[in-house]
């Protein structure tokens, strides 16, 4: 094999995963651009958004990764209604260290923000906003993993290589649009803050 | 997991901190803030794939770090020729679907040439970054597949905001 071979193998390997994940991207991007206004009332929250898109495809792609495990060594069965205790329990970790990772990126980036001297919106916005966005996109990007898991499964694709482009496709779509929910609800409740 | 993810959510309040510096051109600019999400992601994933990839040879006993090795100049080649058809695309597909949400201000090229500029320093950097740490995990007896991923992917997160902030900063 010459290097242009391995070159080519790699290139031809990759740009499908890559081409999906670059549409998810765009689609996140244009929502990003579309929250100007959301961005302006809120000081602070542009700093948030790298950590909380990030946390999507930390914890996400390893419940993906896990239950991928699982099913490879039989522990769990590829039914969803089938109510599996591993599989509750790989979902409710996963719930968990989203929402801890969302609050904990919230208090640092107020914290930093505060010591820097740099406007930035009240502490509470900033947890509920991080919060309610990583509740919100937590429940569907784990509904999307496991039934796409699966699926891909009980049709014998090897659920490993679908798991990564598709969090980071669908993490980043859901990821700026439950937040752009969760800045609009927390708005609508708090008033104009 | 918990302790490794909040140092990662970390960084990646880093990454946020830089983007907040340049909120105000951002904000003018919605065409950069939808070049935002898709940089990062495709910057991370150029990195993760060629990580994995990497640890796969390495796993095989074919990698070895020489610049001779056909598993390591073909996988930064192919990383390179990845970043240069992605990031065309990346540039014209944030003009187009921002122009059609009515909010362009900057001109096609501009956004285009900020893209691949962008995508080509950030390929070039995702192999530098990718190898060292496979370097590293390796002469330290770690299994590469546990550490370099979720490094190489965070760190080209960050880098992936630094790099588009530096070329707007160049070509605007």
Redesign the interface.
Known sequence: ???????????RE??P???A??V???????V?????GE??AVP?L??????L???R???YG?LGARISTALHQGLVEPRVGAGDERLRAAVAAALA?GL??SM??AV??FT??TSLG?PVAPLPVLVAIAVLAGSFSGVALSAVVVTAVFAGYRRGRDPDTLV?PLV?TTG?VFG?LFLLGAVRLVLFVGGVV | MLPVLLVLTLVEVGSGLVLGRFEAQLLRYPTLLALVPVTIGTAGNLGSILAARLSTAFHLGTLSFDPGNEHLSGNAVATVALALTLFPVVGLGAWVLTALTGGARLAPETVVTIAVASGLGLAVLAVVVTVTVTYVAYRLGLDPDDVVIPVVTNVCDVLGVVVLVATVQVVL
């Open positions: 094999m010459t290097v242009r071979d391995a070159a080519r193998e790699a290139y990759a740009l995963a890559l081409s994940s670059l998810g991207g765009l689609l996140a991007g244009v990003l651009g579309g929250m100007r961005l302006r602070g542009l700093v948030l958004v790298p950590a898109l990030a946390t495809g930390n914890v390893s260290n801890l990772a904990f990126a640092a980036a930093i923000l740099d990564g980071t980043d700026v």
